[in-house]
């Protein structure tokens, strides 16, 4: 099911560059989180991720659990 991104406010991180290019998401009705390639495809594929994934992932981000040593 292709979600309805019609009025998607697509944001990018506050660490993005000023170029632009970027990893864009955007908060959809119904609590997913929609994410887009703003450099390669801004037209292009979307990933959805549920809400409670979504915010999973980010708070590892911030914590970093990716973070290569």
Avoid: N, Y
């Avoid at 998607?8 to 998401?25: D, I, L, N, Q, T």
């Avoid at 929609?34 to 915010?55: C, M």
């Avoid at 981000?61 to 290569?68: E, K, S």
Wanted: hydrophobic share 35%.
């Amino acid at each position: 099911m292709t979600p309805d991104l019609t009025g998607a406010h697509w944001f990018k991180s506050s660490r993005s560059h000023a170029s632009g290019e970027c990893v864009e998401a955007a908060h959809l009705p119904g609590g997913q989180v929609a994410v887009r390639d703003s450099k390669q495809a801004p037209d292009g594929p979307i990933l959805l991720f549920p809400g409670p994934a979504w915010d999973t992932f980010t708070t590892a981000l911030r914590a970093g659990t990716f973070d290569q040593s």
